[in-house]
């Protein structure tokens, strides 16, 4: 079964701490993608990761790509409360154009 | 926000009634999908495209169908809708074949099945 899994799936963190969400995924694929979700809203492309060792930065987010361990992190440094919403990767499948989602993981900053 | 629209945006039907949910695009994107959103789920695929009248199904097809009969507009229907098909609805397009590559989503729709 192609699956993606998260963790944590909730983060309550202080602001100006760091830290790491995790995502696994179980194909080949070296396509992994990040996406940010405010409350209500809709889902909002952050990072798109295409190679093994690709790293991508914007701000205090910054994603990686291991494709060898099938594992791609989103780290935070400094968190600030505008970080609060929740992440989701998703993986794009080899060979196809679907994508499968992780559940997502709840961030909030605490002020 | 790749000029996605979903109408409606809101809806509350009764059980057993049939629905359908419009997707349009302004971008000319070969392909579309349906997702829905369900707490503790992520995100799941129901059906996608890969261009007019071209269509597969997701993990969570049962009782969905789809139809695309131009480029810019993507359908899905719930046959006879049921309670568990309350959730909310994201459509999103591919740019796969730019050199953005990711999805864009529409901004959902909030199906009620009472």
């Known amino acids: 079964e192609l699956k993606v899994e998260q963790n944590p799936l909730f983060l309550s963190m202080q602001e100006g701490k760091n830290y790491t969400i995790y995502c696994n995924y179980s194909t080949t694929s070296d396509r992994l993608y990040w996406y940010r979700q405010d409350p209500g809203k809709s889902l909002e492309s952050l990072f798109v990761l295409l190679s093994n060792g690709a790293v991508k930065q914007e701000g205090r987010l910054m994603a990686s790509l291991d494709t060898k361990a099938r594992l791609s992190t989103l780290h935070i440094t400094a968190a600030v409360h505008d970080l609060s919403a929740t992440y989701f990767c998703a993986e794009g499948t080899s060979g196809t154009y679907k994508y499968i989602f992780g559940t997502g993981t709840r961030l909030k900053v605490l002020a | 926000d790749a000029g996605i629209t979903q109408s409606p945006r809101h809806k509350v039907t009764e059980t057993g009634t049939p629905v359908t949910l419009r997707c349009h695009q302004t971008?000319?994107?070969?392909?579309m999908y349906w997702y829905r959103q369900d707490p503790g789920h992520g995100l799941r695929l129901i059906h996608y495209?890969?261009?007019?009248?071209?269509?597969d199904k997701g993990e969570v097809s049962d009782g969905y169908s789809v139809s695309r009969s131009k480029t810019e507009d993507f359908l899905l229907t719930l046959e006879s809708a049921t309670s568990s098909q309350t959730s909310v609805y994201f459509c999103?397009?591919?740019?796969?074949?730019?050199?953005?590559?990711?999805?864009?989503f529409g901004p959902g729709t909030r199906l009620t099945v009472l």
């Open positions: 971008e000319n994107h070969r392909y």
């Open positions: 495209s890969y261009g007019v009248k071209d269509t």
């Open positions: 999103a397009i591919s740019a796969r074949d730019t050199r953005t590559d990711t999805q864009y």
